[in-house]
């Protein structure tokens, strides 16, 4: 066990955080006044970081080598989860940070499933595009009608007929669907019902101008739009696509599911520990800058204590999640399920203290938009919902515990160890 | 000590009740289709109600009996803050709720303070309108240069010019700005930067369109714009109003200031009271009719915990609330002070923690618009900041404390009192 | 509603906190001094101070009249729960307080239990010395081989044989059995397994002198053995006693034990919030008196939050109790059941946080018997399992919220509710 | 950076668990036996215990390779702190477990400094016989005088009196001086008080048989007199040794402290970890051999959120101590001062909140000594205070963040990020 970072790692440590520190900070402003231009419209400053982050290799980072499946015209830059890891944390200390590397959500998870279970077809079609960064993607699984958690509860009907599925359903959470750069996305849906209870499911492609897709709203969250991505709701009535567009084969959505999550709780929690040491540095230079009843905020000990407390939360959510990539990489995602779980309820968590005391130390400059810690904030409270609430996870981690125990014996108490009395 | 309401106060419960139940929830779709159309503007339908209520004689009900103050012109309802708070927590179940009655904020606190402190020509030209609810009116308090709970910090200038006093500065979440029929605003800054502490400020009227004050943009909150209401940056530069316009005398400032928190901090409590119990009430409906995992989610015991606590939570929070209430009509705002203190850091705590677990009950439904939990979070997480941070309240709750025993002694250690050993 | 003491309240406070200034304290190093030559004995210096309190008419305060079972021989001093209520938390700031004004548990609930279901021979021979104050008692109900917070689960037989009853079972947790004094207790076990649920329990009294009860050992509570009451772990083998020993009449256990529960809570709550008073108290003068860093310890802001939310959280939690006491008053044990359930839950909790600063607030002093806080958190620890973990009450609570919206309706989702897009 | 023990770290592993299923857990029962004989003494089957562990070479384990420092006859296993680390959370599963492996504390540190900083007199006389498990010895540094944590605050004098030195003071929390085997202290004290801050204390070796040297009590911890270890209060009167007795040379106190401390807190921090996994396992065993309500309690999901939570804090603690004694390999002692700083305050309230929740799975029978709960959770409670209580080493974090941004510039509000208004 060590915990410095292979000479690799740290170069392209170095490469990413240069290329922040020399394109994507000073771009900030840029993007804000396009933004505030056209709010669901491309960035061009967007298209300019892209282009020259493709021309210094640092692209696709996020894809890890599958032998299996890297192929020379479809394949990442090489790097493990672990050494990806540290990348999307910097990444993540600006909202658009991932897209200029072509390593945001859901296009990373897109991408890894078509990558390993598309067809050629399918690949030449939507991978090489997405890998090109030239289009973006949507994931539609998520339902407002079922707690979609429990993935039994899926209603969106995917019904084959001909050469065509016939494809019913209303999606929400269709995070992405607000770009128009986004011409494709994944549905999770039932192919059949009746199979057993992970056999029912299958994903399918969807072209985003199929006709019966449609984009009935996009959702505010805590009143922010996250233009130009956006989260949507979709119906789809009627919707028919050419039978080759299902992913893998009828009866494996369920599997399929399982494998993406992995990679991208990965991401998120590291972005999310980004977004932590973000709103730590912010606080910590306005207590710095504030004078209150004859001194420096700063010199009130209750903000030593929660600084000191940010510290350790984020030092160690940080090493699980390093961990968690670990296993990944070693021991498959299949056997790092645990630990993903548990960064999983764990980062969103310390991020969410963090960014609130953050937003307390700037007064009400914290809640309105001038720091960006209340946007920040209602980005990763809904990461405590994505994918699954922690409540689910923790479930699921809890399991495991008395799993080990199921025949345990253990006594009911112990007349030994009293009081000698009497 | 007890703990039933009054007749009186349980008929005016039953009458609040009884109109929000006829006249108020019904109006809520019709407020919000208006209020899609234009943002900004005049809701018909809230001043249709408005009308209603003040022929039932539900008006005004915030503003206490004050005999040395009551004329026939000037007059509340009659009711006692103890006697008021339970309505407010009923008004503040629904968001324009308090309105309806004349009983919104800064309203309230701008006319008891015409109502204590202002000259007849003052009362003439903006109390009458106030308490007849034709126009709203602002206070512009806190500034975004300095921190304000430190009421020395504030630097606002407000300096005689013969007949006239000329005004500069620059203030922020001056709430209700945005609407179109605000017409005044209480300005606080200081008349004598060299008096001692507390004799520096003085507050002064200034009418909306008076040449020189400019709006400079309104706060979002999270993303909300709390539009009509609103809250905004304004610069006042060289704004000119008669001498009249001075509230009191020169240097009365903070006087006026402490006065008017109390009841103030009462009725924000109270809403937030009631905020909980929406809040509440919502958690336990989705649970009811949600399944995960083979039973209704409602059955999983972790919700009974969390409702469990929410009910504790609020009992005990009201109660307080209630008694500082109380305390404010028997014993004045000034002895009730540290009760104040208590509530204005219990109540919002004690909300946010209920409608967060909420938000957890709704999936991804809850931190979007659709059960206007986020909305609600996000509005009462500034009261974790208005008026003084919690952190200036818990300073002066536990200054009073320590200056119980400030003089006591007390031992070390007690070597006597270990354990029998050798 | 309104929040002061009557006046024959107030008088009572008066004269317990006087008699506790004049008596009970300067007491204090005599009971130690007699305490530490015989731990397990009868302390002389309780026996003047109980002469003393009865004398002075301050005796069985905690009796409620009660018009139905009242006579001339067995009647407490008249005073409601909610009179009753503040004197037990002045009580309660001193270990023994409660004893001195025979108002301690377990006797309490023997005592009202008696008063209430005890035939006239069973009042002869036990309440009368009870209410005297010439013996004490035990009540048998927690069994350590089941979870007995689901009391269908006890196991403890009571066979009916001729005139007589044979009991046979293990309790512990059987409080107050380490005093010479403790003459006589209660048991409660099953004289019918097969009656329907709360049918099948019965409460019978047993001298402790009964031949087969067994005193086992003495429970350490975290180290303490709490001398002279002690906890015990009994075993019961076919102790015999006389079939008019049984209360009531069998199969009404559960109701006795139902309608013992409620008053009992409300002094343990209250008493609790004496010692968290005591707590605060201790932790504000630690803190006035030692210097780190250049400064008072007091000085130190995150003392100040501390501090600040104890005082909060004592308010509230007094609020809270007072209440449910005045229900019981007022409506009765029954219809204040979810308010004792509340308190219950509430009061240990906040003792032990604002304790457990204190500890903190002592340094190693904290954890050690010099200030007796490690010995109050051990105490209070226990409450969060006696009578029911905070999880049953937490449950029962939870259940009476759901109960309210058992078959509302409630919408998945509100699809008009989002951003205008495209 | 990788997470996988290595092969050396793996065998020790392999090794040490062996021999405690082997060796030490058999041997509970007769430790227990032995000891309820005689409290005070010395255990045979511990002497047995170390005798096979030194011949298995599993012998001062802790003592990390020190070329400078190391010699034929002083040396440890050879193993590096992190090396050492996970063996040290084994050993800590059992209250005796360390001493088995002779890497118990104090003994650890004082071994440590006289190996580094000890004259070949000294070692000769003390060194020897501690690392061969033949004696045991203390560490006298708190006083109840004085906030402790404040090294400037230290009251004993060390006066210099010809070939003498005199010492003069009052210790507490004086480790380890209950057992009969303890036959030396290393005292801290100060000979300058008029140097510099950190340069008026010193170190010196003092025989516990000194005359002069008087235990005036053992202290409980909670309730517990941690036998036969025991912490003591010392009064030193006029004691007098050899000035050979001082350590490193006067004025040098403090930097012996400081290098002292490191690893001392990663051993207790590893041992924390293991009682709080010994805790999580019990309260799974408890919870699946219950039942409550129709069902076994494992199966409330109250319980599956706090198993989930106790594992996810567990493995974020333990990655975090390991990073810290790795750098403490790497990088020393003083640049990880930052880590051990966090680590000292994550891992003691980690395991706090999980032994309780394992107290409340267990019932009454959770505060009892059945289980072996409450005594861990007393004696874990002493780490928050012990060498430092939390809020100087969250203090400590604190200050390193504030630094890093000590004269940045920051914003105090953006008008242009508002809503787009009128």
Redesign the interface.
């Known amino acids: 066990?060590?915990?410095?970072?292979?000479d690799k790692?740290q170069e392209y440590i170095d490469r990413v955080q240069a290329f922040m520190d020399k394109h994507v900070y000073p771009a900030i402003p840029v993007y804000e006044e396009q933004h505030a231009k056209d709010r669901?419209g491309v960035m061009p400053i967007l298209e300019e970081l892209k282009a020259k982050a493709k021309a210094e290799g640092l692209w696709n980072l996020f894809l890890p080598p599958n032998a299996e499946h890297d192929t020379e015209e479809y394949r990442g830059a090489g790097l493990s989860n672990?050494e990806y890891a540290p990348l999307s944390e910097i990444m993540g200390r600006v909202s658009f940070g991932s897209e200029v590397f072509n390593c945001s959500a859901p296009d990373t998870g897109n991408m890894e499933v078509l990558h390993r279970y598309g067809s050629d077809a399918q690949k030449e079609e939507w991978l090489r595009p997405l890998m090109a960064g030239d289009i973006r993607s949507a994931f539609l699984m998520?339902e407002?009608?079922?707690?979609?958690?429990?993935a039994t509860?899926i209603e969106t009907s995917i019904v084959r007929d001909g050469d065509e599925y016939v494809i019913n359903g209303r999606k929400?959470?269709s995070s992405g669907v607000?770009d128009p750069r986004c011409k494709v996305a994944i549905v999770m849906g039932k192919t059949d019902p009746d199979a057993e209870r992970h056999k029912q499911q299958s994903q399918i492609l969807v072209p985003m101008d199929a006709p019966g897709l449609k984009?009935?709203?996009?959702?505010?969250?805590?009143?922010?739009?996250d233009s130009p991505h956006?989260?949507a709701?979709v119906v789809l009535e009627n919707v028919r696509v050419p039978a080759s567009n299902l992913i893998l084969g009828e009866g494996r959505g369920f599997e399929i599911a399982q494998g993406r999550l992995g990679p991208g709780r990965i991401h998120h929690c590291m972005r999310t520990i980004g977004a932590a040491e973000v709103a730590?540095?912010?606080m910590?230079?306005?207590?710095?800058?504030?004078?209150?009843?004859g001194k420096n905020?700063?010199d009130?000990?209750?903000?030593?204590?929660?600084?000191?407390?940010?510290?350790?939360e984020i030092?160690?959510?940080r090493?699980?999640t390093?961990?968690a990539a670990?296993?990944m990489d070693?021991v498959g995602n299949k056997v790092a399920k645990n630990?993903i779980a548990?960064i999983k309820?764990?980062a969103p968590r310390m991020a969410l203290k963090i960014i609130d005391d953050a937003?307390?130390a700037h007064?009400?400059?914290?809640?309105?938009?001038?720091?960006g810690l209340?946007?920040s904030?209602?980005k990763i409270?809904?990461l405590?919902?994505?994918d699954g609430?922690?409540?689910v996870?923790?479930?699921?981690?809890?399991?495991?515990?008395?799993r080990?125990?199921?025949d345990?014996?253990?006594?009911?108490?112990?007349?030994?160890?009293?009081?000698q009395?009497?």
């Open positions: 066990m060590h915990f410095d970072f292979s790692t669901w672990a998520t407002p009608l079922v707690a979609s958690s429990d509860n929400w959470w607000g984009i009935v709203r996009m959702l505010p969250v805590f009143g922010y739009d956006g989260h709701e730590l540095e912010k910590a230079k306005r207590l710095l800058t504030r004078q209150a009843f905020v700063a009130h000990s209750i903000w030593e204590q929660r600084l000191g407390e940010a510290r350790v030092e160690m959510c090493l699980l390093l961990k670990y296993m070693t630990e548990m309820v764990a937003i307390q007064g009400g400059g914290g809640v309105t938009s001038d720091f209340a946007e904030y209602a409270r809904t405590r919902l994505a609430p922690d409540e996870h923790l479930r699921s981690i809890a399991r495991n515990e008395f080990k125990y199921r345990a014996e253990y006594p009911t108490h112990k007349p030994e160890s009293g009081i009395w009497d």
